[in-house]
């Protein structure tokens, strides 16, 4: 949602509704004409979540709780969408059963994080005469997770469903079609009635449906990585954002390879965002773009990109490709004999191309991800062993599928919490602060602005494209709303900040 | 007024006896009660079935009856839709925003088919390089919409917005009274009558006979001293327009637009839609395109992988055994039967 | 360039491949005159015929209607100018009824013939039995009335000079007597009229002058005596004829 | 930087795009450009070359093989489309392309449910080697070697072998051919497959370069549709070859300078401006030049 100036309402406009103060505050914060709210629909749900007594007024509270999952089964995007839907099996099977991941209202950081502690305590003053400073002693400050590693984090959640009620997962297929996207949004919303919507891949799909989602109030959990800056108090957005992803794997490259970059990006929003985020922060730690393109999404051929690479002479090369027609770059590029170092934060741990191409087309490839299938911890390998088991068939497991996994997760986390699946109300239990143990690590939901904390790990693979990992960030947090002055907590907001509004990108720019 | 019926009940279009007349007044009622005996989300569903009618009803008129195809139909409704989403969100404090949408929308979509349909039509292109040079134009559409994620490509206070599409697109009001839910269902069945008996009109008029002729035999008719590039190319702008009309509802209908929408994969549709019903009468299409979207929006919002297949099939299978459209050959059999059945009767 | 010539035609040239179409054709017919044009098949009558009315462009030269330069106009503005032109092949449009396609080239009479105009139709059409009000489609008329609705639908934009294009091919004797008595009738009201025929005693009945067509030029011209006397002409084409 | 390594590159990459224009087009020459079929699942038959190549080559199949192979399966499957649908559509130019389209739409999603989104690649051929600043494929420079095989290739089917004369014949005048005694809806069957086959086999040659994917085959429609229209049917060989030639020359340029949108958007302008000016195509208008210029010589 775009900056927008409001239509003042109308005083017969104002008497349709049945007096909703939420409504009013929808409305002025979308940029909508507010009247446009006021389908009967809507005003009636409104209405039913202001009320004080809300679990009275929820009769629907028997019956299976629903979750409406929609993601693309079929289209271009299905490589993506079908692993996000056997998550969703996955963890709703695991809520039926009786499991949870560990987790709850505790803060940043959940079990544990990296950390550096000193191995001996120092000692404070000299003698135990005088207090005024702290000695030399101690031993050598010794830095690694400060926490012993769980056998497994799925633990039993003493509740049999959800507060007793079965979870059944609603999940029609987008078709990589963003107007199916919005019918079955208005349909699992208005006819299913579902008490939490998990859904999107692109970028597009989720700004497809975001604003039926308002429309609605519509509690709705966007599980992807993207580009960042939705404010939305109805949204939660629990993948990795580009602060989280792309500031430490090019603080990383540059002080690896060197600072000059070409940037090589998917021409569509998340690509020039990322790249515009390359580009306020390159400078920051000594690096330069010395090349910025912008590949449209049907392009397939990039002979004259590599020409342009190699005219450029860069010390590595950011990749943000994103769709089957530019996944082609890596081997045309392999082939053309193009040996410079790459990183990405899209590739590998979505589409798995280091298993669907062939050696070597993905050498030196560095990827920031806050999940691969190749995570070699305890808790991982517990839940790629589940997984198979239950699809053995499936070839990988990425990133967005871990995140929809976990996030299903946190959903009924938050709503034992609430102790009741009302939508408001659950909302506001998201919003206390939760940590919950996913695969990856821990995830602290931030409640200012409704994303999450990860443990990033950089990711890189080699000439037989296996995986190895040269550095890990327990808990990054996503600062960048926050620095803008979001808080959901205290103002409701509906829209999608830009770079252009924080001056952050233009400062340190040559 | 005479002349006025005499031109919707001419002989341009199927079903001129009175029986049809009244089976036509029963399902317009039908369509206006409609509303009071069914849910809001319904009401939404039949009205996006209906908004695609003028876009068939234009890709008629230039197909069927023009002869010329255009493979690339749908720019012109992402260019009125995405004009409509520029103006009138950038007028949101104006009552009158929504309606300079519209006009600028109409306008624009007129003025680049204008300039297209010149290139084309002036030039003598062949006629079976015309799809092809539509589907080029929707396709660098296409392209030139999705590469405006960048910042840069804003438009007063709103945003291209690149492959994500431009949301938050204001709904259709007039004065005070703002089209949604209900009202809006209202106003696409007012346009898609006012569409069909505007050119059910228009095709029984002099003009609508020309081109006709145009169609059966471009050589012929110009010898008949008609400039057929002039008239082709009107028929062109106006259809571009009805395609137009059909992307202004659309973004009002869904508050969004994405570079999609001018897709390959949509360009077709117009095309299967008139291909089905029968593209030589505007009623067949309206028909088919209303049949053929419910079908594939009910397919889909269950999440059906075959929707595609289905109309595939359907589309190969009506070109062979149904070349004329199903709903003209089955109308045709229809009026065999009655007339034969009424014709002892008369003297 | 004298006033009162129909058609006139200077040093046109037209080639297709390697095949010369029209070779250096100066050509001319008055106003007022019935004109019959006759040659071997491939002597380039369709291609002039379609130059003069705009369908194909000449390589080089000049073709004037009515003392208009009209070497670059476009064929519907030449039709504006009063020509009416029949094919070689029928092209009268099958698919509509007898009176569309009496009434579709209405729109584009030329109204300041519109007396005469009138008067010529009306005779035509009585003559050729065709009834403006037909809602028979076209392409179910018998071949010689689709050949004559082709003449009235031409007839039916009030032009000043017809050029017609095999008018009887596949016509009974009887009905080429037929239209031989209406051509006739039509050019004595001042209808300039030239025809491409095949049919050497449809052309005795009609035509006051005659030219010759051969590999693209024009090979001869005089009354119908003189070319029927006319050694060259005899060998290549009435020898074949 | 020296001129050289640059100019080397460029010529390179002009190579390399007037061969994907070549082979994309390929198929559709001989379809559309001699039996005036407007074929838009022409990508959808290069869909077909590039699964068997790729089926055949995990297979076990050398590359080289499975490319020969996979032209065969094609042509196959082009010789039952012809018999079945697309017979039935000579002379409906629109109802050809209409129906064409619906058979896409049934190959393309068809192949996803049947084999899923994504089909394991194939790696590369042939190595890189590098001159300056600039590296380049083997594998393409190969390919441009095919393109002038097959130009030539083709160029010999239609000018020498009794095939190749009869088919012309056949599409100019099947009435006239068929009273001579060729076997005309042989001879439609016949060149389709042909076509199909083509497109087949460079779907193959093409498919260590893309992803293999049901609806890898949308990505070459337009680019095959601008090659033959704007070259034009007065000679579809010569006409194919020179525009996509002409529109390489345009794109390669303001590619490199510019980036790939430019590029791609450079390309179909120059597509439009080309047939705004000539509308029958680069290859008529060639013929008419040399018409021209061999008249004035005999005069």
Not at chain 1, 132 to 148: L, N, P
Not at chain 2, 10 to 31: A, H, K, N, Q, Y
Not at chain 2, 52 to 63: D, K, T
Not at chain 3, 5 to 26: M, P, Y
Request: aromatic content about 10%; overall charge neutral.
């Amino acid at each position: 949602m775009t900056k927008r100036k409001d239509i003042t309402p109308s005083p017969e406009a104002e008497t349709k509704t049945q007096g909703s103060a939420a409504e009013a505050e929808v409305a002025t914060s979308t940029g909508i004409p507010r009247r446009a709210f006021m389908t009967g629909t809507a005003a009636t749900v409104t209405a039913a979540a202001v009320l004080p007594n809300l679990r009275m007024a929820r009769a629907a509270e028997t019956g299976p709780v629903k979750i409406g999952h929609i993601e693309d089964l079929s289209g271009n995007l299905a490589v993506y969408g079908v692993q996000k839907y056997h998550a969703a099996l996955l963890a709703v099977k695991e809520i039926n059963e009786g499991k949870t991941l560990k987790g709850g209202p505790v803060g940043s950081g959940g079990l544990g994080s990296m950390a550096k502690f000193a191995a001996a305590p120092p000692v404070m003053g000299n003698g135990d005469k005088d207090l005024k400073y702290v000695s030399d002693g101690g031993a050598m400050t010794g830095a690694g997770m400060a926490f012993v590693e769980d056998e497994d984090v799925l633990v039993d959640s003493g509740d049999s469903g959800l507060l007793g009620r079965e979870v059944e997962l609603i999940a029609p297929d987008g078709q990589s079609n963003n107007n199916i996207w919005q019918q079955l949004t208005r349909r699992l919303i208005l006819e299913d009635k579902v008490d939490c919507l998990v859904a999107g891949f692109t970028s597009a799909e989720r700004e497809a449906i975001r604003p039926i989602v308002d429309q609605h109030k519509q509690l709705y959990i966007y599980t992807n990585q993207y580009e960042g800056g939705v404010a939305d108090s109805n949204t939660f957005c629990t993948g990795a954002i580009v602060e989280q992803q792309v500031i430490p794997v090019v603080d990383y490259m540059i002080q690896k390879f060197g600072p000059r970059v070409y940037t090589i990006a998917a021409d569509y929003n998340f690509g020039q965002l990322t790249a515009a985020w390359t580009k306020a922060f390159a400078p920051l730690v000594g690096g330069e773009i010395i090349e910025e393109e912008f590949v449209p999404l049907s392009v397939s051929d990039f002979t004259t990109s590599i020409a342009r690479i190699q005219a450029a002479k860069p010390d590595w090369v950011f990749t943000l490709l994103v769709g089957s027609n530019q996944s082609n770059y890596y081997p045309q590029a392999a082939a053309a004999g193009l040996e410079y170092p790459m990183a990405s934060t899209v590739n590998m741990a979505q589409g798995y191309e280091h298993r669907r191409f062939a050696p070597p087309s993905l050498n030196r490839m560095y990827n920031c991800v806050n999940y691969i299938e190749e995570i070699p911890t305890v808790r991982n390998r517990a839940f790629v062993k589940r997984w198979y088991e239950m699809f053995p068939d499936d070839p990988y497991i990425g990133q967005m599928a871990q995140n929809t996994y976990f996030s299903i997760h946190l959903y009924a986390l938050a709503a034992r919490l609430a102790g009741t699946t009302d939508q408001e109300t659950v909302k506001k239990a998201l919003e206390s602060g939760l940590t919950i143990e996913a695969p990856e690590g821990a995830v602290f939901l931030e409640p200012s602005t409704h994303h999450c904390s990860h443990y990033i790990r950089l990711a890189t693979a080699d000439a037989n494209h296996n995986v190895s990992f040269v550095r890990e960030w327990p808990s990054i947090q996503p600062w960048w709303l926050q620095r803008v002055g979001v808080n959901l907590v205290k103002h409701k907001e509906y829209k999608q900040y830009i770079p252009d509004e924080d001056p952050f990108f233009t400062m340190f720019a040559k | 007024m005479k002349t006025i019926i005499g031109l919707i009940s001419g002989g341009g279009d199927i079903g001129r006896t009175r029986v049809f007349w009244i089976g036509f007044g029963v399902i317009v009622l039908l369509f206006l009660l409609y509303p009071t005996q069914t849910s809001a989300f319904r009401v939404s569903n039949v009205s996006y079935y209906l908004l695609n009618i003028p876009l068939g009803l234009g890709m008629a008129l230039l197909w069927g009856y023009c002869g010329v195809l255009s493979f690339g139909h749908v720019a012109y409704f992402g260019i009125a839709g995405y004009t409509y989403g520029v103006i009138a969100g950038n007028m949101t404090e104006n009552p009158l925003g929504p309606l300079a949408g519209v006009a600028g929308g109409l306008l624009a979509s007129a003025f680049i088919a204008g300039i297209f349909g010149y290139f084309v039509f002036y030039a003598r292109v062949q006629k079976w390089i015309i799809p092809i040079l539509t589907l080029v134009l929707t396709l660098l559409l296409e392209t030139f919409l999705g590469q405006t994620a960048g910042y840069q490509w804003r438009i007063g206070s709103v945003l291209l917005g690149g492959y994500n599409g431009m949301t938050g697109i204001p709904w259709f009001q007039l004065g005070g009274f703002v089209f949604e839910g209900y009202s809006f269902y209202y106003l696409c069945l007012f346009v898609v009558l006012a569409c069909y008996f505007s050119l059910r009109m228009l095709v029984n008029s002099n003009f609508g006979q020309v081109i006709v002729a145009i169609r059966e035999d471009e050589v012929r008719t110009e010898l008949l001293g008609y400039d057929i590039r002039a008239r082709q190319w009107v028929v062109f702008v106006l259809s571009a327009m009805l395609a137009g009309l059909s992307g202004l509802l659309y973004v009002q209908w869904g508050n969004y637009i994405t570079p999609s929408q001018v897709g390959l994969l949509q360009a077709a549709l117009p095309v299967i839609w008139a291909a089905v019903g029968g593209t030589t009468s505007l009623l067949a299409v309206v028909i088919s395109a209303f049949t053929l979207n419910w079908v594939t929006y009910t397919l889909s919002s269950q999440g059906n992988q075959y929707a595609m297949v289905i109309i595939g099939t359907l589309l190969v299978v009506t070109m062979l055994f149904f070349p004329r459209g199903i709903v003209v050959m089955v109308a045709e059999r229809l009026g065999r039967l009655t007339t034969r059945r009424t014709a002892p009767s008369k003297p | 360039m004298e006033l009162n010539a129909a058609i006139e035609t200077r040093s046109l040239n037209k080639r297709f491949g390697g095949v010369v179409a029209a070779d250096n054709v100066n050509f001319k017919v008055l106003s007022g005159e019935l004109r019959c044009m006759i040659g071997p098949n491939g002597a380039g009558k369709s291609t002039l015929f379609a130059m003069l009315c705009g369908l194909e462009s000449a390589d080089s030269g000049q073709i004037f209607v009515f003392g208009q330069d009209v070497t670059r106009t476009q064929a519907f503005k030449r039709v504006r100018l009063g020509v009416g032109l029949t094919f070689q092949t029928n092209r009268a449009f099958h698919d509509l009824s007898v009176r569309e396609n009496l009434t579709i080239p209405r729109a584009s009479a030329k109204q300041e013939n519109m007396e005469v105009g009138q008067a010529r139709l009306a005779f035509a059409l009585d003559a050729f039995g065709l009834d403006p009000n037909d809602q028979t489609k076209a392409g179910e008329l018998p071949h010689n009335q689709l050949q004559w609705l082709e003449m009235a639908m031409i007839l039916v934009g009030y032009p000043n000079l017809i050029l017609l294009d095999e008018p009887t091919a596949g016509m009974a004797p009887e009905e080429t007597q037929q239209t031989a008595k209406v051509l006739k009738h039509l050019n004595s009201t001042g209808l300039t009229t030239v025809v491409v025929e095949h049919d050497m005693a449809f052309v005795k009945d009609i035509a006051q002058t005659v030219t010759v067509l051969h590999q693209g030029q024009v090979f001869a011209e005089g009354s119908v005596a003189e070319i029927t006397a006319h050694e060259n002409v005899r060998k290549i084409y009435l020898g074949r004829a | 930087m020296d001129v050289m390594p640059l100019v080397l590159s460029l010529l390179y990459q002009f190579g390399t795009g007037a061969a994907f224009l070549f082979l994309a087009a390929l198929g559709l020459v001989v379809i559309l450009g001699m039996m005036n079929i407007i074929n838009l699942a022409h990508g959808e038959l290069m869909m077909i070359g590039a699964y068997t190549a790729t089926l055949t080559y995990h297979a076990g199949v050398p590359f080289w093989l499975s490319v020969i192979l996979s032209f065969f399966v094609a042509a196959a499957f082009g010789a039952v489309l012809e018999l079945l649908i697309v017979r039935r559509f000579y002379g409906r130019q629109l109802g050809a392309l209409v129906v064409t389209w619906g058979v896409s739409l049934v190959l393309g999603q068809g192949t996803l449910l049947f084999f899923g989104p994504f089909l394991p690649s194939i790696g590369i051929p042939g190595g890189s080697f590098s001159y300056g600043d600039f590296s380049f494929s083997a594998y393409w420079l190969i390919l441009v070697l095919i393109s002038l095989l097959l130009i030539l290739g083709l160029w010999w089917l239609y000018n020498r072998t009794p095939y190749g004369l009869q088919a012309k014949a056949t599409m100019q005048n099947a009435d006239m051919a068929r009273s001579l005694g060729v076997r005309t809806p042989l001879i439609y069957t016949l060149t389709f497959s042909l076509g199909a086959g083509l497109a087949g086999l460079s779907g193959a040659l093409l498919a260590p370069t893309v992803t293999i994917a049901p609806f890898m085959g949308q990505q070459f429609v337009a680019p095959a549709f601008i090659t033959v229209v704007v070259g034009g049917s007065a000679n579809v060989i010569a006409g194919a070859v020179a525009s996509s030639a002409i529109l390489a020359a345009v794109k390669t340029p303001i590619g490199m300078a510019f980036g790939a949108f430019s590029g791609t958007v450079a390309l179909l302008l120059a597509a439009l401006i080309i047939i705004r000016i000539m509308p029958n195509g680069i290859s008529a208008s060639l013929q008419k030049y040399f018409n021209r210029r061999a008249g004035g010589a005999m005069r």
